[in-house]
């Protein structure tokens, strides 16, 4: 179990804590810290607070994933899907919302947004080279594996 240390900011003081909703989560659920409720017209797109800092440690990352009901149900998604948390960003944990139904979506003060999945990061070296290893696949792109 990985602990990350995290920091209830001044505007979440009534929110619960992000977490899991189930044994099974992959993500711990982020509440919405707004004063009043915010409305999302369709089409349009809102920075949403959580009211909550993190300090995820190096070697480590957080995805902001969309929640699979507000997509399903309101088309509500986080636009820049999976948003990164980098390990060294200390300020308030904020999600990027869109509309893409045909309602106006209401974020209500507690509102589950979306959800944080920690994990493990990889960092690359890029080594520059005249050629690439070949494959069967070669640089075929959007499409060439089949239609479905």
Known sequence: MLRIPLRRLPHASDLPLPAYA???????????????PLTIAPG????VPTGFAIAIPEGFEG????????????GVTVLNAPGT????????LQVLLVNLGDEPFVVARGLRIAQ???APLV????????DLPATARGSGGFGSTGAA
Do not use: K, N, T, W
């Not at 349009?44 to 920075?47: G, K, S, V």
């Not at 960092?123 to 005249?130: C, Q």
């Open 22 to 36: 189930s044994a099974g989560a992959a993500g711990l659920d982020l509440p919405a810290a707004v004063a009043q």
């Open 44 to 47: 349009a797109r809102a920075l």
């Open 63 to 74: 995805q902001v994933r969309p929640r699979s009901g507000l997509a399903l149900r309101h």
């Open 85 to 92: 948390i980098d390990s060294d960003y200390r300020g308030e």
């Open 116 to 118: 944080l999945v920690i």
């Open 123 to 130: 960092r690359a070296i890029l080594d520059e080279v005249e």
